[in-house]
């Protein structure tokens, strides 16, 4: 299956097969996220790109349907679905994220999503 574009870092993004080695590439701005495969007809592809800001982790990622936990993200996310739809449940609240309609600012909670086919922007930001 092919992938969405990313938002930047196309022609530097790392391409993966499977969810796990995709999780180890976004853990420098997610840290403890794993990803999981999803069963079904598509062959699981993930990219990823990523730079810092000054203090400020900036990641892009395009996904076969996934899902994804997240235990200590040590500090807080913005995230924006570009393409696709991603299901998040945090603090007992389901948040659906949904390309131009909103965008979700999530502290260091523990979390558990899952993603359609799509492509997301991710901003960490370490807040003392």
């Known amino acids: 299956m092919a992938l ?7 022609s530097r993004s790392r ?3 499977s969810a796990a080695a995709a999780a180890d590439a976004l853990s420098s701005t997610i840290p403890s996220l794993q990803m999981f495969d999803l069963p079904g007809p598509v062959i699981p ?9 000054g203090g400020v982790k900036v990641a892009t990622n395009s996904v076969t349907p996934c899902q994804a936990t997240v235990t200590d993200t040590q500090g807080w996310h913005v995230m924006v679905s570009v393409a696709g739809r991603s299901e998040t449940l945090c603090d007992g609240k389901q948040f659906n ?6 965008m979700i600012t999530l502290p260091n909670l523990p979390r558990t999503s899952e993603r359609t086919t799509g492509s997301a922007f991710v901003a960490a930001f370490d807040i003392d």
């Open 15 to 17: 391409r993966f097969t």
């Open 4 to 10: 969405l574009p990313l938002l930047f870092g196309q």
């Open 45 to 53: 592809a993930f990219a990823h790109a990523d730079l810092v800001c």
């Open 97 to 102: 994220l949904l390309p131009g309609q909103n």
